[in-house]
């Protein structure tokens, strides 16, 4: 599987979008990216996945660069409960083929 | 609809004892997965079944651990002698892999701690 890098950390002030970036410069055609979050104390939360197209659904926005070497994921409004961890992860799309979560982003949303 | 269900929440036991973990999966789905989070190796997978037959076992720490699938909608993970280091946050998580873009559901874990 292709390695990501993230930022170790980031703060966002509620109500405004938070943007935490991915890079995956090794990523292959076939391999897709993925985010989670994980809450404290909570299990990861599939959030939004994508190939090569931008894709939007009720919890975010996930921005894919043309050559697909580095992703932002949007947050469009952070409320409080967006504080988490944030794992970007590339995925070949195969039977069995698991998740390997790094480190991730601490998003820390502010009042 | 009811996401994957796991129990207990949070066991405490006594090195050498079994621990016992279990995982409903999210009706429906053909593959189950179980990880394990430490402060120390973060999140890891430690089994995989698909319709209910183990297809990667690789990460499973020793013989000490077992897991098995009965059925489509239970899982166990069991830890014989537990041990103190075997003390983390165990996910089981499912999926409907159809080998396109599958999507992994968590549950919400179980706290192990071995004394």
């Known amino acids: 599987d292709a390695k990501t890098t993230q930022p170790t950390s980031m703060d966002c002030a509620e109500g405004r979008a938070a943007n935490l970036p991915c890079n995956h410069s090794t990523i292959s055609g076939n391999e897709y990216v993925y985010w989670y979050r994980q809450i404290h104390s909570q299990g990861p939360q599939y959030i939004i996945h994508g190939l090569k197209n931008n894709e939007t659904n009720e919890m975010a926005s996930l921005i894919i660069t043309e050559d697909r070497k580095s992703s932002t994921l949007i947050l469009p409004h952070a409320t409080l409960r967006d504080t988490a961890v944030y794992y970007c992860i590339v995925r070949v799309a195969e039977y069995g083929n698991k998740l390997v979560f790094g480190a991730g982003t601490i998003l820390r949303v502010k009042s | 609809d009811a996401g994957v269900i796991q129990s207990p929440r949070h066991e405490v036991t006594e090195m050498g004892q079994e621990v016992t973990l279990r995982c409903k999966p999210i009706s429906g789905h053909n593959s189950l997965f179980w990880y394990r989070q430490t402060m120390m190796r973060g999140l890891e997978l430690l089994i995989y079944f698909n319709n209910n037959v183990p297809i990667d076992d690789s990460g499973m720490p020793e013989d000490r651990f077992s897991a098995k699938m009965p059925n489509a909608s239970f899982s166990t993970l069991k830890i014989q002698p537990s041990e103190p280091r075997d003390s983390a946050v165990y996910f089981c998580?499912?999926?409907?892999?159809?080998?396109?873009?599958?999507?992994?559901?968590f549950g919400p874990g179980t706290r192990l701690t071995v004394l």
């Open positions: 998580a499912s999926s409907l892999e159809t080998g396109g873009s599958d999507t992994q559901y």
